[in-house]
């Protein structure tokens, strides 16, 4: 019998989509900012937005949480979360 299942092991960063929290500079939030110093590790974060991945990799540069609506981060996520289920995590991030 083949099953598949499925173990969420957090539930992540949770923060207000209120005006001005996409510039939230605060370190619980900016976790992402601190993903690692190689390419194989930044890859480990598939799951971020690009707007998001690309504020990541630019330590000195602006801060940026999340863009209007406030659930499209979530909203991409979710959809990674469907690509990995669908292809292999290894799969995927080749996608992505």
């Given amino acids: 019998e083949d099953r598949c299942q499925l173990k969420i092991l957090d539930l992540g960063v949770m923060i207000s989509a209120e005006a001005g929290m996409e510039q939230n500079c605060n370190m619980a939030v900016q ?30 540069g602006p801060v940026h949480n999340f863009d209007p609506p406030g659930h499209a ?20 991030r080749l996608v992505l």
């Avoid at 900012?33 to 390419?39: F, L, S, V």
């Avoid at 996520?77 to 995927?92: C, E, M, P, R, Y």
């Fill in 31 to 60: 976790a992402f900012r601190r993903r690692g110093d190689t390419e194989e590790k930044r890859k480990r974060y598939d799951w971020l937005p690009w707007e998001v991945r690309n504020a990541c990799d630019d330590l000195q």
């Fill in 73 to 92: 981060f979530d909203a991409f996520s979710l959809g990674v979360l469907i690509l990995h289920l669908l292809l292999g995590k290894t799969k995927a």
